[in-house]
């Protein structure tokens, strides 16, 4: 199975800030690489797909990168709606998810 | 638009197969993929295997493989979860989620339903 790291684990940030998550995969996946949302009790809410295509419907201050091995998420200002827990999952064989990165108020 | 509407909660007793249900409406049905993912308390997520039902071709996760079940009922647009042998550790939020036609993401997902596993 292909393994999904990411990291921080946990990151506080501010109203404005611009924020950084990386996730890097255990083999290259190409650009098999998505971005999920989730917020408490909630199901998870696709950002971006095949690496860096925003899902329609998702403000562009999400943003995607990467191929191959390493992928970063990046959001250019952080607004309060912005503060869950996000997920990385390749899609290049089966599925796996990051163990994810829970965005919080500083 | 397309809906995900999975079974209820269930509390089964450690041993036993519990069998998660999700009805899907809007848009086709039989020529897309769906998966499922759980989450246990506090945890992230975990994808569990898929299944398309046009050609009722799954795959699963090693970590499930023998435990689970992934079935689809055409005539009533239902995606079905079985895993059996439960123990504590299966305690979760089990979900749905239908894949995407032109990318390979899941952009439609279930509101999730809670298994609890109790003696």
């Known amino acids: 199975d292909i393994q999904m790291t990411q990291s921080p684990s946990s990151l506080s940030a501010s109203v404005g800030d611009r924020v950084t998550i990386t996730c890097r995969a255990s083999?290259?996946?190409?650009?098999?690489l998505n971005w999920y949302q989730q917020k408490p009790g909630k199901a998870p809410k696709l950002l971006i797909h095949?690496?860096?295509s925003l899902q329609s419907g998702v403000p562009s201050r999400f943003s995607g990168s990467g191929s191959g091995t390493d992928f970063t998420l990046t959001i250019s200002s952080l607004q309060p709606e912005d503060f869950a827990t996000y997920y990385c999952?390749?899609?290049?064989?089966?599925?796996?998810f990051g163990q994810g990165t829970k965005v919080e108020i500083k | 638009q397309v809906q995900l509407v999975q079974s209820e909660a269930e509390v089964k007793k450690p041993g036993s197969s519990v069998k998660v249900s999700c009805k899907a409406s809007?848009?086709?049905?039989?020529?897309?993929?769906f998966s499922w993912v759980r989450q246990a308390p506090g945890q992230g997520l975990e994808w569990m295997g898929r299944?398309?039902?046009?050609?009722?071709?799954?795959n699963y996760s090693q970590k499930f493989k023998g435990r689970i079940t992934l079935s689809a009922d055409k005539s009533t647009r239902t995606v079905s979860m079985e895993l059996s042998s439960l123990t504590s550790e299966d305690t979760a939020v089990y979900y749905c989620?239908?894949?995407?036609?032109?990318?390979?993401?899941?952009?439609?997902w279930g509101q999730g339903t809670l298994v609890t596993v109790t003696s």
């Open positions: 989620a239908r894949e995407s036609g032109t990318h390979y993401a899941d952009d439609y």
């Open positions: 809007g848009g086709t049905f039989s020529s897309y993929t």
């Open positions: 299944i398309t039902p046009i050609d009722d071709i799954s």
């Open positions: 083999q290259s996946i190409s650009n098999y």
């Open positions: 095949s690496a860096s």
């Open positions: 999952q390749q899609s290049y064989n089966t599925r796996t």
